[in-house]
């Protein structure tokens, strides 16, 4: 057990965090299909792109969100969105994560927590007191990441209604 979390720790040493790319979509959206068994091109390349212009990563002008990916040797292994909404359902300024996903064969070798790190990094340094995120409840292992990243249940119940 020693020796396979000391070759864990050396490969999460060799992670690199930065903007994202036009070129990172098409391995967002594998990692993301790879986690959630569902391909989603068109979602993720219609998100993604409104971040992305000219090959470089654009963030709004007041710097609202940010987008970053994780790579090893040149390729992504991990993805993080992140945007300041404001006085939604009449709350102050907030950050919300609507994007966080790791390469399911990188997984639980930090690249996420180190990912949510810088996140929540920045919405400190832009005075923010809350993030949030909405996640699947039959989704145990994203719920147990959260929570061990000290995130608990907010003040809000989702509501729906079939049409």
């Known amino acids: ?30 990692i993301d299909e790879r986690t959630s068994g569902k391909p989603k091109p068109e979602y993720w390349r219609r998100k993604l792109t409104r971040y992305v212009q000219e090959g470089q990563f654009q963030s709004d002008a007041d710097g609202s969100v940010l987008a970053r990916v994780a790579e090893a040797e040149g390729t992504v292994v991990g993805f993080m969105v992140g945007e300041i909404r404001r006085w939604e359902f009449g709350l102050p300024y907030c950050g919300w994560i609507t994007a966080l996903g790791t390469d399911p064969d990188r997984q639980r070798l930090g690249i996420g927590r180190r990912l949510l790190a810088e996140l929540l990094d920045y919405y400190r340094e832009k005075g923010l007191e809350e993030v949030r995120t909405i996640v699947e409840w039959a989704d145990g292992d994203i719920l147990q990441f959260f929570h061990s990243m000290g995130f608990v249940r907010g003040p809000f119940v989702e509501l729906q209604k079939s049409l």
């Open 1 to 30: 057990m020693r020796k396979e979390r000391l070759a864990a720790l050396d490969q999460e040493s060799s992670i690199v965090l930065r903007p994202l790319r036009e070129s990172d979509i098409a391995a967002i959206i594998a």
